[in-house]
Structure formats: structure tokens, C-alpha cells
T-cell receptor, first 116, second 109 residues
Framework: DTGVSQDPRHKITKRGQNVTFRCDPISEHNRLYWYRQTLGQGPEFLTYFQNEAQLEKSRLLSDRFSAERPKGSFSTLEIQRTEQGDSAMYLC??????????????FGSGTQLSVL | DAKTTQPNSMESNEEEPVHLPCNHSTISGTDYIHWYRQLPSQGPEYVIHGLTSNVNNRMASLAIAEDRKSSTLILHRATLRDAAVYYCILRTGNTPLVFGKGTRLSVIA
């Protein structure tokens, strides 16, 4: 299966620690998205890349969050000085650009973060 | 962002058709209607999308009202594996997908 891969699946950390998540998109996909989802809510957009360029960031994205996609392939999402409110499922999705409203996103299974 | 309205939950019997409604009265002429679903402990999964005409694929059918202010996702024969949260989303150009709370579908054996 060559779907979107996220690592780790689960992360437990203590408040104040830094964490980093990785996402490997479908190989030919040039767009990569990060979403966050808390219990009972739909996924919330955080940021997205087209190739290595970060094109949009949500206003909700704190300065403690940073994302990179250095070579336009895999991406990392880092959270510095984690807070209990950061506990959530972090989802990555990829897609092919150039399809406008026809664009389909393919999601990974997510990284579940628990901040103690 | 254009918004959609969906029922919080619905229930269906196994092997019966399911009609999941979505209202989007503020839709613009260039908005596509997308449906995704999310099974327990998984990321969302693309189901179907359309612009003006009804659409069919192996997973479902999408019926779009003539005025485009509402649409219905049709699962022709619900199975237990179709139990999920279904999201109806309007896609405006290249903007990221904006998810609401969706409809939680329960399928009863």
C-alpha cells in the first residue's frame, strides 16, 4: 500500500516538551496538508504546502507550531513547549495540484498526541 | 467560507439504502460539493464530489438539487463497514477543505 504514511501513530509527552511528527505523502503528490482533530469535531486546517513552499497557514496556528517540507517530499510538524490543549489527532493529507475544485485529498491515519 | 448544514446523526438498517442530506444555501456557482467519510480511528476518506450534475461511483451516488442549494449522498446498500462520520464540504477554488461536524451514521445489523 502506497498511501499517506504518518509516524508515530501515538505520542505521549509531558507539558513543555517539544514533539515532531512526520508525514510521507503519496509519491507523486505535490500538495501536502496538515489538519488537527479533537474529539467530536471535524478536522481543522492548519497549513499546507505546494512542493516545498508553505502556501497557507491557519490564523489558529500558534507560533509554537512549525511545519517544513524541505525537499517537497515528506513533511514534519513540530510543536514546541507543548500544552495540554495541544492534545489531538494530527492528520496529514496529500493531493495532486492543478485540479481546482476536483482536487481529492488522501489522508493518513494520523498521529494521536496526548500531553500530560 | 461557504457553509453546509448536516444532521448530527442518522441511523440505517443494514442492506437498506441511506440518504444523507446536506444543505448549502449560500453555495456559489464555482463551488464543488465534496463528501468525505471518517471511519473510527482513521483519517477521512474521499467518497464523491460534483458540481452541478448527479454523480455515481463505486462507493456512492451524489444527487444535487437543481438550484444547488442542497445535495444528498446516497449509499445504495448500507453495510456495517459504512458506519462513519460523513462530511459534506464546499470546495471553493484552491482553498483548503473546511470540515464541519458531519453526520454520524450508525448501521444496525
Amino acid at each position: 500500500d502506497t498511501g499517506v504514511s504518518q509516524d508515530p501513530r501515538h505520542k505521549i509527552t509531558k507539558r513543555g516538551q517539544n514533539v515532531t511528527f512526520r508525514c510521507d505523502p503519496i509519491s507523486e503528490h505535490n500538495r501536502l496538508y496538515w489538519y488537527r482533530q479533537t474529539l467530536g469535531q471535524g478536522p481543522e486546517f492548519l497549513t499546507y504546502f505546494q512542493n516545498e513552499a508553505q502556501l497557507e497557514k491557519s490564523r489558529l496556528l500558534s507560533d509554537r507550531f512549525s511545519a517544513e517540507r524541505p525537499k517537497g517530499s515528506f513533511s514534519t510538524l513540530e510543536i514546541q513547549r507543548t500544552e495540554q490543549g495541544d492534545s489531538a489527532m494530527y492528520l496529514c493529507a496529500s493531493s495532486l495540484d492543478g485540479q481546482g475544485g476536483n482536487e481529492k485529498l488522501f489522508f493518513g491515519s494520523g498521529t494521536q498526541l496526548s500531553v500530560l | 467560507d461557504a457553509k453546509t448544514t448536516q444532521p448530527n446523526s442518522m441511523e440505517s438498517n443494514e442492506e437498506e439504502p441511506v440518504h444523507l442530506p446536506c444543505n448549502h444555501s449560500t453555495i456559489s456557482g464555482t463551488d464543488y460539493i465534496h463528501w468525505y467519510r471518517q471511519l473510527p480511528s482513521q483519517g477521512p476518506e474521499y467518497v464523491i464530489h460534483g458540481l452541478t450534475s448527479n454523480v455515481n461511483n463505486r462507493m456512492a451516488s451524489l444527487a444535487i438539487a437543481e438550484d444547488r442549494k442542497s445535495s444528498t449522498l446516497i449509499l445504495h446498500r448500507a453495510t456495517l463497514r459504512d458506519a462513519a462520520v460523513y462530511y459534506c464540504i464546499l470546495r471553493t477554488g484552491n482553498t483548503p477543505l473546511v470540515f464541519g461536524k458531519g453526520t454520524r451514521l450508525s448501521v444496525i445489523a
